[in-house]
Protein backbone atom coordinates (compact mmCIF):
# COMPACT_ATOMS: atom_id res chain seq x y z
CA UNK A 1 0.00 0.00 0.00
CA UNK A 2 2.70 2.36 1.10
CA UNK A 3 5.09 1.41 -2.10
CA UNK A 4 2.31 2.19 -4.27
CA UNK A 5 1.39 5.48 -2.57
CA UNK A 6 5.10 6.33 -3.28
CA UNK A 7 5.21 5.12 -6.78
CA UNK A 8 2.35 7.42 -7.49
CA UNK A 9 3.78 10.13 -5.99
CA UNK A 10 6.50 9.53 -8.04
CA UNK A 11 4.94 9.84 -10.59
CA UNK A 12 2.89 13.09 -10.03
CA UNK A 13 6.28 14.78 -8.87
CA UNK A 14 8.31 13.70 -12.33
CA UNK A 15 5.12 15.17 -14.48
CA UNK A 16 4.64 18.04 -12.89
CA UNK A 17 8.32 18.71 -13.24
CA UNK A 18 8.01 17.75 -16.82
CA UNK A 19 5.13 20.45 -17.29
CA UNK A 20 7.05 22.95 -15.23
CA UNK A 21 10.53 22.36 -18.40
CA UNK A 22 7.98 22.97 -20.67
CA UNK A 23 7.47 26.75 -19.43
CA UNK A 24 10.52 28.06 -21.14
CA UNK A 25 11.91 31.80 -19.72
CA UNK A 26 14.43 32.02 -22.95
CA UNK A 27 17.18 32.69 -20.95
CA UNK A 28 20.99 32.39 -21.40
CA UNK A 29 20.72 28.79 -19.84
CA UNK A 30 17.84 27.58 -22.24
CA UNK A 31 20.14 29.33 -25.28
CA UNK A 32 22.85 27.74 -24.24
CA UNK A 33 21.17 23.99 -24.12
CA UNK A 34 19.38 25.32 -27.68
CA UNK A 35 23.22 25.92 -29.10
CA UNK A 36 24.91 23.10 -27.13
CA UNK A 37 21.88 20.55 -29.15
CA UNK A 38 23.13 22.43 -32.33
CA UNK A 39 26.67 22.35 -32.11
CA UNK A 40 26.53 18.68 -32.10
CA UNK A 41 25.67 18.28 -35.45
CA UNK A 42 28.31 21.23 -36.72
CA UNK A 43 31.34 20.29 -38.16
CA UNK A 44 32.33 24.45 -38.06
CA UNK A 45 31.48 27.17 -36.68
CA UNK A 46 28.85 29.31 -39.17
CA UNK A 47 29.81 32.84 -39.99
CA UNK A 48 26.93 34.00 -40.96
CA UNK A 49 23.05 33.42 -40.58
CA UNK A 50 20.13 33.36 -43.18
CA UNK A 51 16.63 33.77 -41.84
CA UNK A 52 14.51 32.63 -44.60
CA UNK A 53 11.02 34.19 -44.30
CA UNK A 54 7.25 33.04 -46.18
CA UNK A 55 7.33 31.39 -49.32
CA UNK A 56 11.61 31.90 -49.52
CA UNK A 57 12.85 28.30 -48.36
CA UNK A 58 14.31 27.78 -51.74
CA UNK A 59 17.28 29.76 -50.65
CA UNK A 60 18.07 26.45 -49.56
CA UNK A 61 18.77 25.57 -53.02
CA UNK A 62 22.43 27.24 -52.89
CA UNK A 63 23.55 26.03 -49.60
CA UNK A 64 26.01 22.87 -50.01
CA UNK A 65 27.83 20.47 -47.59
CA UNK A 66 23.82 20.95 -45.83
CA UNK A 67 22.69 18.93 -42.57
CA UNK A 68 19.57 19.55 -41.67
CA UNK A 69 18.36 19.82 -37.88
CA UNK A 70 14.42 19.51 -37.53
CA UNK A 71 13.35 22.73 -35.21
CA UNK A 72 11.02 20.28 -33.37
CA UNK A 73 13.89 18.45 -31.68
CA UNK A 74 16.21 21.57 -30.63
CA UNK A 75 15.64 21.56 -26.85
CA UNK A 76 13.77 25.04 -26.00
CA UNK A 77 13.01 26.17 -29.89
CA UNK A 78 9.65 27.78 -29.95
CA UNK A 79 7.16 26.19 -32.06
CA UNK A 80 6.05 27.87 -35.35
CA UNK A 81 2.51 28.11 -36.47
CA UNK A 82 3.04 30.18 -39.38
CA UNK A 83 1.97 28.91 -42.79
CA UNK A 84 5.13 29.11 -45.09
CA UNK A 85 7.54 28.57 -41.78
CA UNK A 86 8.86 25.23 -42.11
CA UNK A 87 11.08 24.88 -38.69
CA UNK A 88 14.40 23.90 -39.97
CA UNK A 89 17.73 25.14 -38.95
CA UNK A 90 20.06 24.27 -42.05
CA UNK A 91 24.10 24.09 -41.58
CA UNK A 92 26.36 24.27 -44.39
CA UNK A 93 28.18 26.11 -47.31
CA UNK A 94 27.33 29.14 -49.34
CA UNK A 95 30.52 30.15 -51.67
CA UNK A 96 32.86 28.27 -49.55
CA UNK A 97 31.90 30.03 -45.91
CA UNK A 98 30.15 28.39 -43.08
CA UNK A 99 26.46 29.44 -42.99
CA UNK A 100 23.68 28.92 -40.85
CA UNK A 101 20.13 29.27 -42.03
CA UNK A 102 16.91 29.27 -40.29
CA UNK A 103 13.80 28.28 -42.51
CA UNK A 104 11.14 29.48 -40.72
CA UNK A 105 10.32 32.40 -38.22
CA UNK A 106 8.51 33.21 -34.95
CA UNK A 107 6.21 35.85 -35.22
CA UNK A 108 4.65 37.85 -32.41
CA UNK A 109 1.55 37.70 -33.94
CA UNK A 110 1.27 33.45 -33.45
CA UNK A 111 0.99 34.51 -29.86
CA UNK A 112 4.58 33.92 -28.81
CA UNK A 113 6.29 36.26 -26.63
CA UNK A 114 8.86 38.55 -27.89
CA UNK A 115 11.27 37.00 -25.95
CA UNK A 116 10.71 33.42 -28.10
CA UNK A 117 10.82 35.73 -31.03
CA UNK A 118 13.91 36.50 -30.79
CA UNK A 119 15.31 32.92 -28.84
CA UNK A 120 16.73 31.58 -31.98
CA UNK A 121 19.24 34.99 -32.99
CA UNK A 122 20.22 34.22 -29.03
CA UNK A 123 21.00 30.88 -30.13
CA UNK A 124 23.00 31.86 -33.22
CA UNK A 125 24.99 34.15 -31.19
CA UNK A 126 26.04 31.84 -29.23
CA UNK A 127 26.53 29.44 -31.88
CA UNK A 128 29.69 32.18 -33.05
CA UNK A 129 27.56 34.08 -36.19
CA UNK A 130 28.90 37.18 -37.16
CA UNK A 131 26.19 38.33 -39.44
CA UNK A 132 22.75 38.20 -39.38
CA UNK A 133 20.72 38.32 -42.89
CA UNK A 134 17.31 38.54 -42.69
CA UNK A 135 14.85 37.76 -45.63
CA UNK A 136 11.00 38.66 -45.65
CA UNK A 137 7.95 39.76 -47.36
CA UNK A 138 6.24 43.12 -47.15
CA UNK A 139 3.99 45.24 -49.13
CA UNK A 140 5.24 47.89 -50.92
CA UNK A 141 4.18 51.53 -49.51
CA UNK A 142 6.96 53.66 -51.75
CA UNK A 143 4.67 53.41 -55.19
CA UNK A 144 8.31 53.38 -57.36
CA UNK A 145 8.70 49.80 -55.77
CA UNK A 146 7.09 47.11 -57.84
CA UNK A 147 5.62 43.61 -56.69
CA UNK A 148 8.03 40.74 -56.52
CA UNK A 149 11.13 43.24 -56.23
CA UNK A 150 13.44 42.43 -53.88
CA UNK A 151 14.83 45.17 -52.09
CA UNK A 152 17.13 46.55 -48.94
CA UNK A 153 16.57 47.85 -45.57
CA UNK A 154 18.28 50.40 -44.86
CA UNK A 155 16.33 51.41 -41.58
CA UNK A 156 13.01 50.50 -39.64
CA UNK A 157 10.35 51.77 -37.16
CA UNK A 158 9.25 49.91 -34.80
CA UNK A 159 5.59 49.88 -34.45
CA UNK A 160 5.12 46.94 -32.57
CA UNK A 161 3.68 48.66 -29.70
CA UNK A 162 6.64 46.48 -27.53
CA UNK A 163 10.39 45.99 -27.70
CA UNK A 164 12.07 42.49 -27.17
CA UNK A 165 14.84 44.02 -25.10
CA UNK A 166 11.96 44.84 -22.64
CA UNK A 167 12.72 43.09 -19.15
CA UNK A 168 15.67 42.01 -16.68
CA UNK A 169 19.08 42.55 -18.97
CA UNK A 170 20.98 39.87 -19.16
CA UNK A 171 25.01 41.26 -19.42
CA UNK A 172 25.75 37.74 -21.18
CA UNK A 173 24.06 39.06 -23.90
CA UNK A 174 23.71 42.66 -24.85
CA UNK A 175 24.04 46.21 -22.93
CA UNK A 176 21.13 47.93 -21.63
CA UNK A 177 20.41 50.13 -24.27
CA UNK A 178 21.90 49.29 -27.33
CA UNK A 179 22.88 51.79 -30.14
CA UNK A 180 20.93 51.22 -33.50
CA UNK A 181 22.08 54.17 -35.42
CA UNK A 182 23.67 51.99 -38.02
CA UNK A 183 21.14 48.48 -37.37
CA UNK A 184 21.60 47.60 -40.79
CA UNK A 185 25.12 47.50 -41.77
CA UNK A 186 26.40 50.58 -43.67
CA UNK A 187 29.31 47.97 -45.24
CA UNK A 188 26.79 45.12 -46.66
CA UNK A 189 23.78 47.57 -47.62
CA UNK A 190 26.73 49.41 -50.21
CA UNK A 191 27.27 45.84 -51.40
CA UNK A 192 23.19 45.16 -51.80
CA UNK A 193 22.68 48.73 -53.61
CA UNK A 194 26.23 47.70 -55.55
CA UNK A 195 24.47 44.70 -56.94
CA UNK A 196 21.25 47.29 -57.94
CA UNK A 197 19.02 47.05 -55.35
CA UNK A 198 16.83 50.11 -54.58
CA UNK A 199 16.93 50.51 -50.47
CA UNK A 200 14.15 51.27 -48.39
CA UNK A 201 12.91 52.17 -44.45
CA UNK A 202 10.45 49.38 -43.51
CA UNK A 203 7.79 49.66 -40.99
CA UNK A 204 6.46 46.53 -38.28
CA UNK A 205 3.09 46.21 -37.39
CA UNK A 206 2.23 43.49 -34.92
CA UNK A 207 -0.30 42.11 -37.52
CA UNK A 208 -1.82 39.75 -38.44
CA UNK A 209 -4.82 41.34 -39.86
CA UNK A 210 -3.44 43.53 -43.42
CA UNK A 211 -2.81 47.31 -42.80
CA UNK A 212 -5.83 49.93 -43.53
CA UNK A 213 -5.02 52.40 -46.15
CA UNK A 214 -5.28 55.03 -43.36
CA UNK A 215 -2.51 53.35 -41.90
CA UNK A 216 -0.50 52.74 -44.97
CA UNK A 217 -1.23 56.79 -45.12
CA UNK A 218 0.53 57.39 -42.24
CA UNK A 219 3.04 54.68 -42.69
CA UNK A 220 4.18 57.16 -46.16
CA UNK A 221 4.23 60.11 -43.70
CA UNK A 222 6.54 58.50 -41.54
CA UNK A 223 8.91 57.30 -44.03
CA UNK A 224 8.41 53.95 -44.51
CA UNK A 225 8.89 51.98 -47.82
CA UNK A 226 7.85 49.37 -46.75
CA UNK A 227 5.14 47.32 -44.58
CA UNK A 228 5.52 44.00 -43.07
CA UNK A 229 4.91 42.08 -39.65
CA UNK A 230 8.37 40.83 -38.96
CA UNK A 231 11.93 41.10 -38.64
CA UNK A 232 12.46 44.18 -36.43
CA UNK A 233 12.28 42.55 -33.30
CA UNK A 234 14.92 39.69 -34.50
CA UNK A 235 17.77 43.04 -35.82
CA UNK A 236 16.86 44.82 -32.16
CA UNK A 237 17.92 41.71 -30.73
CA UNK A 238 21.03 40.62 -32.75
CA UNK A 239 22.29 43.98 -33.04
CA UNK A 240 22.48 44.33 -29.66
CA UNK A 241 24.46 41.37 -29.54
CA UNK A 242 27.30 42.94 -31.63
CA UNK A 243 26.29 41.20 -34.84
CA UNK A 244 26.04 43.07 -38.09
CA UNK A 245 22.56 42.93 -39.72
CA UNK A 246 21.43 43.31 -43.28
CA UNK A 247 17.32 42.46 -44.51
CA UNK A 248 16.34 41.89 -47.59
CA UNK A 249 12.39 42.24 -48.14
CA UNK A 250 10.26 41.15 -51.13
CA UNK A 251 7.96 43.94 -51.51
CA UNK A 252 5.51 40.98 -52.77
CA UNK A 253 2.16 43.36 -52.63
CA UNK A 254 1.49 46.83 -53.16
CA UNK A 255 0.26 48.06 -49.60
CA UNK A 256 -3.42 48.27 -48.37
CA UNK A 257 -5.22 50.74 -50.49
CA UNK A 258 -2.44 51.76 -52.90
CA UNK A 259 -4.88 50.26 -55.58
CA UNK A 260 -8.12 50.79 -53.77
CA UNK A 261 -10.05 48.09 -55.96
CA UNK A 262 -7.11 45.58 -55.04
CA UNK A 263 -8.01 43.16 -51.57
CA UNK A 264 -5.00 41.58 -50.68
CA UNK A 265 -4.64 38.01 -50.14
CA UNK A 266 -2.12 35.81 -48.15
CA UNK A 267 -2.51 33.73 -51.90
CA UNK A 268 -0.49 36.56 -53.63
CA UNK A 269 1.80 37.24 -50.99
CA UNK A 270 3.33 33.50 -51.04
CA UNK A 271 2.66 33.63 -55.02
CA UNK A 272 5.05 36.84 -55.85
CA UNK A 273 7.41 35.34 -52.92
CA UNK A 274 7.87 32.41 -54.80
CA UNK A 275 8.61 33.85 -58.41
CA UNK A 276 11.25 36.13 -56.32
CA UNK A 277 13.03 33.46 -54.57
CA UNK A 278 15.67 32.32 -56.99
CA UNK A 279 16.54 36.01 -57.66
CA UNK A 280 16.53 36.25 -53.48
CA UNK A 281 18.97 33.47 -53.98
CA UNK A 282 21.40 35.22 -56.25
CA UNK A 283 21.64 38.09 -54.41
CA UNK A 284 22.50 36.33 -51.27
CA UNK A 285 24.87 34.52 -53.33
CA UNK A 286 26.34 37.76 -54.36
CA UNK A 287 26.17 38.98 -50.79
CA UNK A 288 28.07 35.94 -49.24
CA UNK A 289 31.32 36.62 -52.36
CA UNK A 290 31.44 39.71 -51.35
CA UNK A 291 31.85 38.60 -47.12
CA UNK A 292 34.22 36.34 -48.36
CA UNK A 293 36.43 39.26 -50.02
CA UNK A 294 35.91 41.43 -46.92
N1 LIG B 1 1.55 44.18 -44.93
C1 LIG B 1 2.17 43.57 -43.91
N2 LIG B 1 2.91 42.48 -44.07
C2 LIG B 1 3.03 42.00 -45.31
C3 LIG B 1 2.42 42.60 -46.41
C4 LIG B 1 1.63 43.76 -46.21
O1 LIG B 1 1.06 44.35 -47.14
N3 LIG B 1 2.76 41.87 -47.50
C5 LIG B 1 3.55 40.87 -47.07
N4 LIG B 1 3.73 40.95 -45.74
Not at 76 to 86: C, I
Not at 110 to 133: C, N, T
Not at 181 to 206: C, H, P, Q, R, W
Amino acid sequence: MCAKFLLALIIVVSCSAKSFALNNNYDYDEALESANYIKKFLNSTPLTAIISGSGLGSIEQIITDKIIIDAKDIPNWPKSTAPGHEGKVISGKINNRDIIMLQGRLHFYEGHSMKAVIFPVRVLKLLGVREYIATNASGAVNKDFNPGEIIAVRDHINLMGTNPLIGTNDARFNSRFPDMTNAYDKKMLEALKSFGLKSGVYIAFTGPSFETPAEINMAALMGADLVGMSTVPEVIAANSMGMRVCALSCAANMAAGIDPDHTLTEQEVFENMKKSSNELAEIISLLINYLNQE
